[in-house]
């Protein structure tokens, strides 16, 4: 079965950093674009960043950008986003997904993760 697992959430102070990572199983990262979405309670699902199939390409969201960094890693079948300088605004459910057009379009993905929840809190 095909499948997105994100894991990397957690409790982090302002300023700090966290690691997500999404793996893939049952089906290969190869010919997909991976973008991170979060959606936060009460706000709508936001695209914060997106990467081509062969990592040559990457977006990001004003809203993330010069603090967030997208890497893949596909003999792993794994994409990464490092988050750095933290805000409590960041606060939300951090999702992963993949699509076969380099879009940040959510409704363009074909596959997503669960989700793993990333607090920003002192």
């Known amino acids: 079965q095909a499948q997105l697992v994100e894991s990397g959430g957690g409790l982090v102070q302002p300023g700090g950093s966290l690691r997500l990572s999404c793996a893939a199983s049952?089906?290969?990262?190869?010919?997909?674009?991976i973008g991170w979405f979060r959606q936060a309670p009460g706000k709508e699902r936001e695209g914060l960043s997106c990467?081509?199939?062969?990592?040559?390409?990457?977006f990001y969201s004003d809203s993330v950008k010069g603090r967030f960094t997208i890497s893949r890693d596909n003999a792993k079948n794994t994409v990464h986003l490092q988050m750095n300088s933290l805000k409590p605004e960041d606060t939300a459910v951090y999702y992963c997904?993949?699509?076969?057009?380099?879009?940040?379009?959510?409704?363009?993905?074909?596959?997503w993760g669960q989700g793993t929840q990333v607090t920003v809190s002192s």
């Open positions: 049952g089906f290969t990262l190869d010919y997909y674009a």
């Open positions: 997904g993949a699509s076969l057009l380099y879009t940040i379009v959510a409704e363009e993905y074909d596959y």
């Open positions: 990467i081509s199939s062969s990592g040559s390409s990457t």
